[in-house]
């Protein structure tokens, strides 16, 4: 969980603030003469209606997600007093399809000596005779951040309303070598082959990131390992996940989830690999590697592919942080959950009386070639499409763009392919560009004409396009003429042109052949104030929040868009309007 932040950063976000300057907000930015202001009234226009929220008051981090007796639960770091962090709790939903929410009391906060101060992020592991465990992060009365487990206090009860925290608490503590102040969020534990259980807390020193793990035999007792699971130089380790993932040609289809508590079986750890994800408290993004794990010497290798610095694969290219990821037993899938944060100001979190959504759950999995995880928007959500267009071998040219009628888009799932018609115009990639496609993408927006591409998607558009967020793809030649190199965008900069809001055009490289069949997909799933998009079928992600004055309601728009000089086709695109599920109704 992402800390209250320092007195040297607050003074410079004041500093920022004042001169009229937006920055993104950290996860805990404390504001503590706003934090227990009750919202007076909820505003509705820009609420989303299928992605997750309560019905008021700052949420951020998921925590503890899991599947128990036929009820999915998520716990979150929730502000029940006001639109800012602080008085931080648990709060707790269910559901029996990850789509319909009903929320029930807080399962986690403040009530023991060893987490006064704060009952913050954390996972759960269930164990083998079935109880489920929680293990976060309390804060002490001298301010340091010490590891913590809760049980439910009644099995029986599908729920899990309540929860008991054993006076044996603090579990884990920071020892001499340990920064009391960057020790925090604890992770699904795992069980290996010598009897011990094991799991990592976020940590640092100096600017190296760690992953400090522990041992246990009884789950209550815990002892520090002689050295962390793996180190980088990237900065504090917030919210790390460590889970295994099938590998494509083993016994197991590699699109299924495999379970942590296989972790001891030495036959599945041939044909798995194991990820592990950091979410980086310098920058607020998020970065994993895939690599091998050695159960007898406790020591992870990221695979020499994937870059183990702040220049790494992603989950997500926009704002997606602090995420969390589980096993679902009863689809033998992972899901990943992931925070997005509201990016426009705090005067207007609080006169919109909510602040901070969930994204889409996703499935997660290895691709086939090993190279990146792959996500996809769990199948549940389909259940919410109703009306439907379709448009199909429809000619974009260049320069022109394409209304698509017949549906409300405002709350919508848009499912295209994009076919091109020639691949000599791209322009040419220069190798430099490669390790920061937000500043290319910011450089040559989808304004700026080029060769194949910039095309794509305007989304939350307003009739006149005065105001519009761009989904767009620009393909690049790199090398040879048979090589290619495709970037992905969401920019919001056109799309809340009367506001303050920290709006950044976020973009990440897609690994796809383009050149094998001229082809590219993309998904995007718009929100009122979220657009959330999948490229090349969940290889690259983006989500975006974004805050129309003009395009709400029957007002917002969806085009097709061309700005390359080479025309490009809508093979197919199928949109739905979404209707809106049961989300957290009178939750508290």
Not at 46 to 59: A, E, M, N, S
Not at 92 to 113: F, Q, R
Not at 223 to 235: D, E, I, R
Not at 378 to 384: C, F, H, T
Request: glycine share 6%; charged share 25%.
């Amino acid at each position: 969980m992402a800390t209250a932040a320092a007195k040297a950063v607050l003074l410079l976000a004041s500093l920022l603030q004042m001169t009229a300057v937006v920055v993104v907000r950290a996860s805990h930015v404390v504001y503590p003469e706003l934090q227990s202001l009750e919202a007076k009234q909820v505003e509705k226009k820009l609420r989303t209606g299928y992605h997750f929220q309560p019905p008021k008051h700052w949420i951020n981090d998921p925590n503890g997600p899991m599947y128990y007796k036929g009820l999915y639960h998520l716990f979150y770091q929730y502000n029940p007093k006001g639109s800012v962090w602080g008085n931080i709790v648990w709060a707790h939903s269910v559901s029996t399809d990850l789509i319909d929410w009903t929320a029930l009391e807080p399962g986690i906060y403040p009530s023991k000596t060893f987490d006064v101060k704060g009952c913050w992020s954390g996972s759960a592991t269930v164990l083998p005779s079935g109880v489920p465990a929680i293990m976060y992060t309390g804060i002490d009365p001298d301010e340091r951040q010490v590891q913590n487990v809760a049980y439910p206090v009644n099995l029986s009860d599908p729920f899990l309303r309540e929860w008991v925290k054993p006076d044996y608490n603090p579990i884990i503590f920071p020892d001499s070598g340990i920064n009391a102040s960057a020790f925090r969020d604890p992770t699904t534990a795992w069980y290996g082959p010598d009897g011990h259980w094991r799991l990592v807390v976020g940590s640092k020193v100096n600017m190296k990131g760690l992953a400090v793990l522990y041992r246990s035999r009884d789950f209550k007792t815990w002892v520090k390992a002689h050295h962390p699971l793996h180190s980088a130089h990237t900065g504090m380790w917030e919210c790390p996940d460590f889970f295994p993932v099938a590998v494509a040609g083993g016994s197991r289809h590699h699109r299924r989830g495999v379970d942590t508590a296989e972790l001891h079986d030495r036959a599945v750890a041939e044909e798995v690999k194991y990820v592990l994800k950091v979410s980086l408290d310098l920058t607020r993004f998020e970065y994993y590697t895939v690599g091998r794990y050695n159960h007898a010497t406790d020591r992870y290798i990221p695979d020499a592919a994937f870059p183990d610095n702040d220049y790494g694969l992603r989950y997500d290219y926009g704002d997606f942080y602090a995420s969390k990821s589980f096993y679902d037993p009863a689809k033998r899938r992972r899901i990943v959950w992931g925070w997005a944060n509201e990016s426009d100001t705090v005067p207007d979190d609080r006169r919109k009386g909510w602040a901070g959504i969930q994204a889409i759950p996703r499935k997660l999995w290895l691709s086939p070639d090993g190279k990146q995880l792959v996500q996809w928007p769990v199948e549940e959500l389909e259940a919410l499409r109703s009306k439907h267009v379709n448009v199909s071998d429809k000619v974009i040219k260049s320069g022109d763009n394409f209304k698509v009628t017949g549906f409300k888009s405002v709350q919508s799932d848009v499912d295209m392919v994009f076919a091109i018609k020639d691949l000599s115009k791209a322009e040419k990639f220069e190798p430099a560009w490669r390790n920061d496609a937000q500043a290319l993408c910011t450089r040559l927006g989808s304004h700026v004409k080029g060769g194949v591409g910039p095309f794509g998607l305007w989304v939350l558009a307003s009739g006149d396009l005065k105001e519009r967020t761009a989904v767009f793809f620009r393909v690049f030649k790199a090398g040879n003429a048979s090589s290619h190199v495709v970037l992905m965008c969401n920019d919001p900069t056109k799309s809340s042109y009367e506001s303050q809001a920290y709006r950044p055009t976020f973009a990440g490289f897609v690994d796809v052949d383009i050149a094998k069949n001229k082809k590219i997909a993309l998904r995007t799933l718009i929100d009122h104030s979220v657009v959330e998009s999948f490229g090349a079928r969940g290889k690259t992600c983006i989500l975006t929040r974004v805050y129309p004055r003009k395009a709400i309601g029957d007002d917002a728009h969806l085009f097709v868009f061309n700005n390359g000089e080479s025309d490009v086709k809508i093979t197919n695109l199928d949109a739905w309007e979404m209707k809106t599920p049961k989300m957290n109704a009178g939750e508290q």
